[in-house]
T-cell receptor, first 116, second 113 residues
Framework: EAQVTQNPRYLITVTGKKLTVTCSQNMNHEYMSWYRQDPGLGLRQIYYSMNVEVTDKGDVPEGYKVSRKEKRNFPLILESPSPNQTSLYFCASSSGAGPSSYNEQFFGPGTRLTVL | EDQVTQSPEALRLQEGESSSLNCSYTVSGLRGLFWYRQDPGKGPEFLFT???AGEEKEKERLKATLTKKESFLHITAPKPEDSATYLCAVQENYGGATNKLIFGTGTLLAVQP
């Protein structure tokens, strides 16, 4: 089954404690992205990756890091989480086929992060 | 500043009552406009991609259309299972390079039996 998986699904942590949210896709997609979703603000892109070792900032990259060492994995790293990073996070992937790299983008189930 | 605006914020329909959702955008060039459906507690589910003005896509009771300034998602004879939040997103065409994806805040659709 084609899917994007994220772990953990729920996480409660404290300010300053480094954490990593993993993301994996089994569709051999080139493009992957991380988004956060907040009430009233909608989905905002944090980082995206066009291929292995190629990443770029989205709209809200401050406080986040990413890496793309393998095509299937795209972890999101919070080096020193703060309460304003409490949010619902989504990873997504797409093949990049056609004029747009975001065509038929698949989303993961989400990770709900609470930073105390 | 590039912007994607969806209206209305919320819409309540009776089963069978057709309507349209709007997504207006301001970008210097459009590379793609996307519609997603999101159910509570789940990730968005891809519905359509539109690339150029005049283009239309259909899927069951949904039809998406695109002009130079906005897109409409037409829902014909909706059923309660069409209840969800519908999201619009835009990728700008800027110098041929891959660019950011900008989402609207969505329209919450409730279809009552």
């Amino acid at each position: 089954e084609a899917q994007v998986t994220q772990n953990p699904r729920y996480l409660i942590t404290v300010t300053g404690k480094k954490l990593t949210v993993t993301c994996s896709q089994n569709m051999n997609h080139e493009y992957m992205s991380w988004y956060r979703q907040d009430p009233g603000l909608g989905l905002r892109q944090i980082y995206y990756s066009m291929n292995v070792e190629v990443t770029d900032k989205g709209d809200v990259p401050e406080g986040y890091k990413v890496s793309r060492k393998e095509k299937r994995n795209f972890p999101l790293i919070l080096e020193s989480p703060s309460p304003n990073q409490t949010s619902l996070y989504f990873c997504a992937s797409s093949s990049g086929a056609g004029p747009s790299s975001y065509n038929e983008q698949f989303f993961g189930p989400g990770t709900r992060l609470t930073v105390l | 500043e590039d912007q994607v605006t969806q209206s209305p914020e919320a819409l309540r329909l009776q089963e069978g009552e057709s309507s349209s959702l709007n997504c207006s955008y301001t970008v210097s060039g459009l590379r793609g406009l996307f519609w997603y459906r999101q159910d509570p507690g789940k990730g968005p589910e891809f519905l359509f991609t539109l690339y150029s003005a005049g283009e239309e896509k259909e899927k069951e009771r949904l039809k998406a259309t695109l002009t130079k300034k906005e897109s409409f998602l037409h829902i014909t004879a909706p059923k309660p299972e069409d209840s969800a939040t519908y999201l619009c997103a835009v990728q700008e065409n800027y110098g041929g390079a891959t660019n950011k994806l900008i989402f609207g805040t969505g329209t919450l659709l409730a279809v009552q039996p």
